[in-house]
């Protein structure tokens, strides 16, 4: 049986969620995806995709415009095939996001050529480490009256990641204070970083975003925040906690790598002409 392609979360989820379980560790963001469209964050125009083969389900993609193709830990070799049938389905993809492998064969199977890519490498908690030297100040959890600063900072770390900026962050940032999933640094009473930390999903949470405004960085906050955010996970039942890193920047890779991060994978964003 070739790709089944639906908008509907729940049908989505009853052929899709059970296999993406299997491996919640790689599975990490569709996942947290999947959660955030049934909660109605995202709107009618989601594609979701799923592949059986004798009855089973093995591969998984979803999509929410205008963010680019989402792959699972799926088969390299039933790449292909999604791009084919997307391509039948004149579907507009702006670019995929997954696996390295994965990522990188479905690019060579897209029509549109390669416009440039944002490189990460997976990690996953082994044991935290405290900060050393700690950071002056300490952590709290975000609450409403935090919206405004939060939602400006969503923004430049999307800006400075080169991810995509949706029209209003406001009800992603509300949704994921009200779901207590955001935590602050604060110095000398003012904020001065924040991570996001998502809900355990089987026993997984994931750490990110951590963004500390440039002209406060290089003073610990970043780790600090993190290693906060990671404490929290812990606390709420979690017994795998991951975060993504970007790989062109080689001091947040050491910084996790310090406080107790190990590398699972490497993955790519590829974004398409």
Not at 224 to 241: I, P, R, S, W
Request: net charge negative; charged share 20%.
């Amino acid at each position: 049986m070739g790709w089944t392609f639906t908008s509907d979360a729940e049908v989505y989820a009853g052929a899709a969620e059970p296999w993406l379980l299997k491996d919640p560790v790689r599975n990490t963001v569709p996942l947290t995806v999947l959660r955030g469209i049934r909660s109605g964050l995202w709107g009618d125009d989601v594609l979701l995709a799923w592949l059986e083969r004798d009855g089973e389900t093995v591969a998984a993609a979803s999509q929410t415009p205008p963010h680019p193709l989402l792959l699972a830990d799926v088969p390299p070799e039933t790449v292909r095939g999604l791009a084919a049938r997307l391509i039948e389905d004149e579907r507009v993809i702006p670019g995929v996001s997954g696996p390295l492998a994965q990522a990188e064969a479905f690019a060579d199977a897209w029509w549109r050529p390669e416009a440039g890519r944002r490189s990460e490498r997976l990690y996953r908690l082994d044991a935290p480490v405290p900060p050393r030297p700690p950071a002056r100040g300490a952590p709290r959890t975000a609450t409403i009256d935090d919206l405004g600063r939060l939602v400006g900072w969503f923004g430049d770390f999307l800006a400075e990641a080169g991810g995509v900026l949706p029209t209003d962050l406001t009800a992603l940032v509300a949704s994921r204070i009200n779901r207590e999933e955001l935590v602050l640094w604060e110095a000398d009473g003012l904020p001065v970083a924040f991570a996001g930390l998502s809900s355990p999903i089987a026993g997984m949470c994931r750490v990110g975003p951590v963004y500390t405004p440039p002209d406060l960085r290089r003073r610990g906050y970043g780790a600090a925040v993190a290693h906060a955010a990671t404490a929290e996970a812990l606390a709420a039942g979690a017994t795998e906690v991951l975060l993504f890193t970007d790989l062109s920047n080689p001091t947040s890779n050491s910084i996790y790598q310090a406080i107790g991060y190990r590398p699972v994978a490497d993955y790519a964003s590829i974004s398409f002409t």
